[in-house]
């Protein structure tokens, strides 16, 4: 590949943005450098199910001639971002990983890739999901280690990023599909807020936890991006009012003070690689004073809980899917809807109602912390042979409670990724950004 691509591939979204802007460099060198990335690379990833060049280098063009003619740019103005194939583009086919939505094609866009569009980012393309977006392995391989599984339902978006395909990625957890993916592939992943970022549009499998995620290469590419689909969606039962522009501008700052940390090791921490607990052991040393080991009782009824309702949930939205199409479904996913649709009603409600009190009881614990500071996932990436997109036993409960995370990539154990990650309070993502920034720039020194 040329120099000059090469280059152009690891420019993050607002290097990529800032560019564009000042003339530097084209939309259309942009996105012909990720094409070129894409046809070099994919064979052996395979991180994109639908790509359309020709319209990719249009938009491009279209972009550019915008700016020669002294017309308004937005934030975004001029850069590729890939789509997960759960999440309605227009122009692109839709099929959710799963021979049920072969062809499909919605005719009009998600709020979410509504508003990129709106803030001047073209479409590159749409990922690789997971048999509609659960625990079925896709045929994307992590970019790290092609012998090694990219995680979960979000594995092509990840992957795109991870391997220089793309600036950034949209994704989606309902357990830890942004955040698992992102620790075991090497990038930022960042799961705002429940509600923060519409979810219309969105394949749904568990509306109580479904939530809209994303991938980068900088803390600085996840607020501007969070920022921009920030927007209220009077659709999404779940969305809110917020100040985009806020979060972007209170990410960027420095604390007014060293940020202090909660270490949780959650009831997951048996199950973590004994190598990452002694890693996060000394990371939570290092940082002296300001960091606190925690713990959090209420956090083993929420494991439980997220399972249970994940999989009620899972069976009622996938259910008539089932009934009319089960041979198109996998073994394991019609296992995993069978046992969804025994899970009692009671267990089920009692799940739902203890969701607020159990945040609530954190929210109190949390209030001296900046942040929560816990493993992003067991360890790093399992291997392909062994069948799995890894636990999503570290994230599962901090989506349950609709709390915004971050995974950093900022440790290694024999030379993989591993993520550390930060759990903020509901609402107060550009804080919990900032402190990410913070402990980033820590282990940057």
Known sequence: MPEQDDRLTRLTVTEAATAIRNGSITSEKLAAACLSR?????????????????????????????????????????VPIAIKDVIDTAGYLNENGCPVYSGHQPDRDAPCVAALRSAGAIILGKTVTTELALLTPSPTRNPVDTRRSPGGSSAGSAAA??????????????????????????????????????????????????????????IDDIALLTGCMSVHDGTDPTSYHCSGSGIVRIAGEEPPETPRFAFVKTPAWAQADPAMQTAFIHLGESLGEHCDELEIPALTE?????????????????????????????????????????????????????REPAYERIAKLMGGYSAILTPAAPGPAPRLEEGITGSPIFNGLWTYLGMPAISLPVL????????????????DDGRLLRTARWLAARFAR
């Open 38 to 78: 894409i046809s070099e690379r994919d064979s052996g990833i395979k991180a994109f199910t639908h790509l359309i060049p020709g319209l990719v280098m249009e938009e491009a063009k279209a972009a550019d001639r915008t700016r020669a003619n002294g017309h308004a740019m937005g934030p975004l103005h001029g």
């Open 161 to 218: 990023v991870a391997d220089f395909m793309a600036p950034a990625a949209l994704g989606t957890q309902t357990a830890g599909s942004v955040i698992r993916p992102a620790s075991y592939c090497g990038v930022y992943g960042y799961k705002p807020t429940f509600g923060l970022i519409p979810r219309s549009g969105v394949l749904v499998q568990s509306p109580t936890l479904d939530t809209v995620g994303l991938f980068a290469r900088s």
């Open 302 to 354: 929420v494991l439980e809980w997220q399972r249970l309702v994940q999989l009620a949930e899972n069976a009622g939205y996938y259910g008539p899917l089932q009934d009319r199409a089960r041979e198109l479904l996998s073994p394991g996913l019609n296992a995993r809807l069978d046992e969804g649709a025994k899970v009692p009603v009671r267990a089920y409600v009692e799940a739902l109602a203890g």
């Open 412 to 427: 290694e154990l024999d030379g993989l990724p591993v993520g550390v990650q930060l759990v903020g309070l509901r609402r």
